[in-house]
């Protein structure tokens, strides 16, 4: 008698790890993992790095779902969709089909948001979220030139860099002051941009699209401040919202994310979530480090032995080339003094409160080294 | 000399290049990597995750 299973929803780096992380402690538990997608294991902070280093979305899988299933010792069911969840009775449904679990994780991820922009081409517009969303991006613009990006956050000062660096030319569109708002120092962003207009950026800061039509077999954007820029291919790079749908319908409380104590247990007993969709003792991170941290208290959790997962700092590595960047952004609601030394492009822009500690820091070119002895000195996210 | 590749992102650490850009000289063993180095690709510290030995 093997029992039900323990569920996981997602194939992503949540579901993966944890899968990998539970696996170590319990190797008997059956273990079953639902997927929308292929299944195939990848890395998603290599979609921002594929267009330099020239890799077809294949060449990123690091390994496809036969190979997670034998590693893993799970049964996987991908292009599946988890239709509803009884947590009372700890069933879910796909479709006409009823599935009962001893635990249940929801590894669900977050969706691009998606504007609505007028015209007749809104359907002409990419967004890179997943290993199969950057192949369908890939095959659309092989042998084509202008890409119109929209967003100027981190994902899209990323992109930029990598489509330009992959031969293409790029021109930035978002409704900013200056890239990464709300990331980032002026200073900093000031350094990232000029080294990205270098390489062949070009960015219009303020504006929105506000048009997009289909112009023969390439586009025209009409932005909200009349320029008009002629391309071949837009992406929308301008956020995630976690998936919270599913959750909401079962009766858990979401709020920007799925709500999750520090255990990561939902707001009903055996369902749990981590990664992009949960909202972690109010923090809604969507960064590969804190999601380690998760799977490695949960896979204790399921494994018999309750953890509580902590965050120390968790400084982000922006995969800007032509200007690197690491952002450790204070905590919230420490408040703090920014001070800028150094000379674009090495600048160290740290925020110090008023005993004098390091609250975080936004580094850039050749001062990126110093971030592992900064570290030891920010404050942790979650104690 | 070995390589070690992180299992979150596939990135390659080789003993024999170290990883200059972060002061680590080439020929620096993987145990002697300091404790709080990060990945370069994913930002996951190497204390937080595990390094394969492929060759």
Same mark, same amino acid.
């Given at each position: 008698m093997s029992g039900a299973p323990l569920v996981i929803i997602g194939s992503g780096l949540a579901g993966y790890n944890l899968a990998r992380e539970w696996r170590k402690l319990d190797s008997t538990t059956p273990l079953l993992i639902i997927s929308a997608d292929d299944g195939r294991s990848y890395s998603k902070p290599m979609l921002s790095t594929g267009f330099a280093k020239n890799k077809q979305a294949d060449e990123l899988v690091m390994a496809d779902v036969g190979a997670m299933a034998e590693q893993l010792n799970a049964e996987l069911r991908t292009h599946t969709r988890v239709t509803r969840i009884e947590p009372e009775a700890k069933r879910l449904? !796909? @479709?006409?089909?009823? %599935?009962?679990?001893?635990? !249940?994780? $929801?590894? $669900?991820?977050?969706?691009?948001?998606?504007?609505?922009?007028?015209?007749?081409?809104?359907?002409?517009?990419?967004?890179?979220?997943? $290993?199969?969303?950057?192949d369908r991006f890939r095959q659309a613009v092989a042998g084509k030139q202008r890409v119109l990006l929209m967003g100027a956050g981190l994902i899209g000062c990323e992109f930029a860099n990598d489509l330009t660096s992959g031969g293409l030319s790029v021109s930035v569109v978002a409704p900013c002051e200056h890239v990464m708002p709300g990331l980032i120092q002026p200073a900093a962003a000031a350094a990232v941009q000029q080294a990205l207009s270098d390489l062949g950026v070009q960015f219009h800061l303020g504006p929105v699209v506000s048009q997009l039509k289909r112009d023969g077999d390439a586009l025209c954007a009409q932005l909200s401040?009349?320029?008009?820029?002629?391309?071949?291919?837009?992406?929308?790079?301008?956020? %995630?919202?976690?998936?919270?749908? !599913?959750a909401a319908d079962a009766g858990l409380a979401v709020a920007r994310g799925v709500v999750v104590d520090r255990q990561l247990q939902c707001s009903l007993a055996h369902v749990y979530a981590l990664g992009d969709c949960a909202e972690v003792d109010g923090l809604n991170l969507q960064y590969v480090m804190p999601?380690?941290?998760?799977?490695?208290? %949960?896979?204790?959790?399921?494994? @018999?032995?309750?953890?509580?997962?902590?965050?120390?700092?968790?400084?982000?590595?922006?995969?800007?080339?032509?200007?690197? !960047?690491?952002?450790?952004?204070?905590?919230?609601?420490?408040? @703090?003094?920014?001070?800028?030394?150094?000379?674009?492009?090495?600048?160290?822009? %740290?925020?110090?409160?008023?005993?004098?500690? $390091?609250?975080?820091?936004?580094l850039t070119g050749g001062c990126t080294g110093e971030r592992m002895a900064l570290n030891k000195g920010l404050p942790a996210l979650l104690a | 000399m070995s390589k070690w590749q992180c299992v979150v992102c596939g990135l390659i650490y080789d003993e024999a290049q170290g990883w200059p850009e972060d002061g680590i000289a080439a020929g620096t063993q993987w145990a002697d990597v300091p404790e709080d180095w990060v990945c370069p690709d994913c930002g996951v510290g190497k204390a937080d995750f595990e390094m394969i030995e492929i060759a």
């Amino acid at each position: 008698m093997s029992g039900a299973p323990l569920v996981i929803i997602g194939s992503g780096l949540a579901g993966y790890n944890l899968a990998r992380e539970w696996r170590k402690l319990d190797s008997t538990t059956p273990l079953l993992i639902i997927s929308a997608d292929d299944g195939r294991s990848y890395s998603k902070p290599m979609l921002s790095t594929g267009f330099a280093k020239n890799k077809q979305a294949d060449e990123l899988v690091m390994a496809d779902v036969g190979a997670m299933a034998e590693q893993l010792n799970a049964e996987l069911r991908t292009h599946t969709r988890v239709t509803r969840i009884e947590p009372e009775a700890k069933r879910l449904w !796909l @479709g006409n089909e009823a %599935l009962v679990y001893r635990d !249940l994780v $929801l590894a $669900l991820g977050a969706d691009p948001i998606q504007l609505d922009i007028p015209g007749d081409a809104a359907e002409a517009v990419f967004s890179i979220n997943d $290993l199969e969303d950057y192949d369908r991006f890939r095959q659309a613009v092989a042998g084509k030139q202008r890409v119109l990006l929209m967003g100027a956050g981190l994902i899209g000062c990323e992109f930029a860099n990598d489509l330009t660096s992959g031969g293409l030319s790029v021109s930035v569109v978002a409704p900013c002051e200056h890239v990464m708002p709300g990331l980032i120092q002026p200073a900093a962003a000031a350094a990232v941009q000029q080294a990205l207009s270098d390489l062949g950026v070009q960015f219009h800061l303020g504006p929105v699209v506000s048009q997009l039509k289909r112009d023969g077999d390439a586009l025209c954007a009409q932005l909200s401040d009349g320029q008009v820029i002629n391309c071949d291919a837009v992406v929308s790079a301008i956020g %995630l919202r976690p998936r919270t749908q !599913l959750a909401a319908d079962a009766g858990l409380a979401v709020a920007r994310g799925v709500v999750v104590d520090r255990q990561l247990q939902c707001s009903l007993a055996h369902v749990y979530a981590l990664g992009d969709c949960a909202e972690v003792d109010g923090l809604n991170l969507q960064y590969v480090m804190p999601l380690m941290n998760c799977a490695r208290a %949960l896979a204790k959790t399921l494994a @018999g032995e309750p953890t509580a997962v902590s965050y120390g700092a968790m400084p982000v590595v922006v995969k800007t080339p032509a200007c690197p !960047l690491v952002v450790a952004p204070p905590p919230a609601g420490r408040a @703090g003094n920014w001070t800028v030394e150094g000379q674009a492009p090495d600048l160290r822009v %740290l925020c110090h409160d008023e005993q004098g500690q $390091l609250l975080g820091y936004n580094l850039t070119g050749g001062c990126t080294g110093e971030r592992m002895a900064l570290n030891k000195g920010l404050p942790a996210l979650l104690a | 000399m070995s390589k070690w590749q992180c299992v979150v992102c596939g990135l390659i650490y080789d003993e024999a290049q170290g990883w200059p850009e972060d002061g680590i000289a080439a020929g620096t063993q993987w145990a002697d990597v300091p404790e709080d180095w990060v990945c370069p690709d994913c930002g996951v510290g190497k204390a937080d995750f595990e390094m394969i030995e492929i060759a």
